[in-house]
């Protein structure tokens, strides 16, 4: 079955000291529920807002090939008018994170964050990461101003099982106009502060 959606409007939401905002989809062929926050302002201090697919997939026929599979829950980050709008602010502190997770046959869900200011300090990160066979979740981030500091990372990361490991999901960061327009303003800051995309192969080790 579809997972469980998780939808919160608030003019400010904090998550905080190791809180969690989660929803999984384990096994089957289950589509991932949802993670929708319609906010002011969000603020995340050594929190995590997460989607987990973990989908095998059914075979239909038994003829050994997987006919159905899910696909990842996508978290969405955006004002608190809906679709369209733009949080005040999104802040990432403390070793914060925003994940996307797939594992199995299931592509991963998509991170959207529309926010007139991002602000990632203190190794926060926003991530897609895929560990099997589909494709990781894209990241659109579509701001006015963002700034990284402290180590704070937007990741796409591609976990090489097998030769047959999916490929890792697109980043995109641009500004709050239209699809591909330029933000105002965007500073990295600090060693090991960046934006990604990374291979990890560990298909050929014995």
Same mark, same amino acid.
């Given at each position: ?68 599979? =899910? #696909?990842? &829950?996508?978290? $969405? !980050? /955006?004002?608190? %008018?809906?679709? @369209? ?5 999104? *802040? +990432? ?20 964050i529309r926010a007139t ?48 490991? =999916? #490929?890792? &999901?697109?980043? $995109? !960061? /641009?500004?709050? %106009?239209?699809? @591909? ?5 965007? *500073? +990295? ?18």
């Open positions: 079955g579809r997972g469980g959606d998780v939808r919160m409007t608030a003019d400010r939401l904090a998550n905080e000291n190791g809180s969690a905002i989660f929803t999984a989809t384990l096994g089957g062929n289950g589509v991932g529920g949802e993670v929708l926050l319609k906010v002011g302002r969000l603020s995340l201090l050594g929190g995590l807002i997460q989607s987990v697919t973990t989908n095998v997939g059914t075979d239909l026929n038994g003829d050994g090939v997987v006919d159905v599979t =899910g #696909a990842g &829950g996508n978290v $969405t !980050v /955006q004002g608190i %008018q809906g679709a @369209g709008t733009a949080a005040n602010n999104v *802040a +990432l502190s403390g070793g914060s994170q925003i994940v996307s997770t797939a594992e199995g046959r299931a592509d991963g869900g998509g991170i959207s200011s991002l602000n990632l300090d203190g190794a926060s990160t926003i991530l897609s990461s895929t560990n099997g066979t589909g494709r990781g979740g894209d990241i659109v981030v579509s701001v006015q101003q963002a700034s990284f500091s402290g180590g704070a990372t937007i990741t796409s990361s591609t976990n090489l099982l097998d030769a047959d490991a =999916g #490929a890792g &999901g697109a980043i $995109t !960061v /641009q500004g709050l %106009q239209d699809p @591909g327009s330029k933000a105002d303003s965007l *500073a +990295l800051t600090d060693a090991g502060t960046g934006i990604n995309e990374t291979i990890n192969d560990s298909s050929n080790q014995g």
